[in-house]
């Protein structure tokens, strides 16, 4: 089956780094998106890996690695308006995202 | 670039009346565009996936004939809540690709239904 492993929440002080972890399993790979979501909007898209190794764009990075199923977003210099809910969501066989329940990340000043 | 509306933002029905929803590609044709539903403090489900042109592919457990989805152009999707019910009280939101690589999916903003 296809399944996303993500915690379900986690807790940061601004200005800190986090780094949100996240393994997977689907039938078939086709890279790995991160999207990010406000409470009550749409997601945003954030990053996509579909090589191994590391993605960085500004304070967000997202690292890949297809062998072991595993992907992390890092967020660096975190801002209170980076509290949000940050879904891992790998694309399978057929170009279909798969989504988890996401990991609520909390900042506190 | 790739920017996708929605409409309504939100909407409140009575029981058994039909709702529709639009989704549109405004900068970019969408060759395939998705259906969601989220309740509250879930993850996104796929509803139906659907291509211009033709007829949407429907996720299992959903009811193609109460959730009617036209994809007439590959700017325009049209999703029909059809006798809706509390039930079906939801966030929708739809999302678009326009199959370049990596298919990455744009979303809508999304539309609050509320059936009373």
């Known amino acids: 089956g296809q399944n996303i492993d993500q915690p379900t929440e986690m807790t940061a002080t601004e200005g800190a780094i986090v780094q949100i972890n996240c393994t997977y399993q689907?039938?078939?790979?086709?890279?790995l998106f991160w999207y990010q979501q406000h409470a009550g909007e749409a997601p945003t898209f954030l990053s996509y890996n579909v090589l191994d190794g590391l993605e960085e764009k500004g304070r967000f990075s997202s690292f890949l690695s297809r062998s072991k199923g595993y992907s992390y977003l890092l967020l660096k210099e975190l801002q209170m308006k980076d509290s949000a809910s940050y879904l891992c969501a790998p694309m399978d066989s057929n170009y279909q995202l798969i989504w988890g329940a996401g990991t609520k990340l909390i900042i506190k000043p | 670039g790739a920017v996708v509306s929605q409409h309504p933002s939100w909407v409140i029905c009575k029981s058994g009346t039909s709702v529709k929803i639009e989704c549109r590609s405004l900068?970019?044709?969408?060759?395939?565009m998705f259906w969601y539903r989220q309740f509250p403090k879930q993850s996104l489900m796929l509803m139906a996936t659907?291509?211009?042109?033709?007829?949407?592919?429907?996720e299992q457990g959903v009811e193609k004939d109460k959730f009617l989805i036209n994809h007439a152009s590959l700017t325009l999707s049209t999703l029909t809540v059809t006798s809706a019910h509390p039930e079906d009280s939801s966030f929708y939101i739809c999302?678009?690709?326009?199959?370049?690589?990596?298919?990455?999916?744009?979303f809508g903003p999304g539309t609050r239904l509320t059936v009373l």
């Open positions: 689907t039938s078939g790979f086709n890279g």
């Open positions: 999302s678009a690709s326009s199959g370049r690589e990596p298919n990455e999916q744009f």
């Open positions: 900068d970019f044709q969408a060759t395939t």
């Open positions: 659907s291509n211009e042109g033709s007829k949407a592919t429907y």
